[in-house]
Nanobody, 116 residues
Framework: QVQLVESGGGLVQAGGSLRLSCAASGSIGSINVMAWYRQASGKQRELVASISSDGSTNYVDSLKGRFTISRDNAKNTMYLQMNSLKPEDTAVYYC??????????WGQGTQVTVSS
């Protein structure tokens, strides 16, 4: 069983920064991909960025340059540094983990609200 716990969300003014964390526990395996998704009110959940266990990253083009994904394998923790935040970044941010032979796991989500 895998558990994912997000933290770091909150209320920030436009132009500000936040750093989200996702702590994973359980049988996450040595080969996996972790990702951040977000879901704004009334919209579909969308991929923000992903990072594999070997450090390879993938970003949604529109967020490149403002968001940075990283992970600490020793701590089984993934991060999302979000800079120059905009009101349209307001959403619930979810942590996701995919590992070999298992269905994807999801965290409970953390709310990010950017005020104008």
């Amino acid at each position: 069983q895998v558990q994912l716990v997000e933290s770091g969300g909150g209320l920030v003014q436009a132009g500000g920064s936040l750093r989200l964390s996702c702590a994973a526990s359980g049988s996450i395996g040595s080969i996996n991909v972790m990702a951040w998704y977000r879901q704004a009110s009334g919209k579909q959940r969308e991929l923000v960025a992903s990072i594999s266990s070997d450090g390879s990253t993938n970003y949604v083009d529109s967020l490149k340059g403002r968001f940075t994904i990283s992970r600490d394998n020793a701590k089984n923790t993934m991060y999302l540094q979000m800079n120059s935040l905009k009101p349209e970044d307001t959403a619930v941010y979810y942590c996701n983990l995919r590992t070999l032979g298992s269905a994807p796991y999801w965290g409970q989500g953390t709310q990010v609200t950017v005020s104008s």
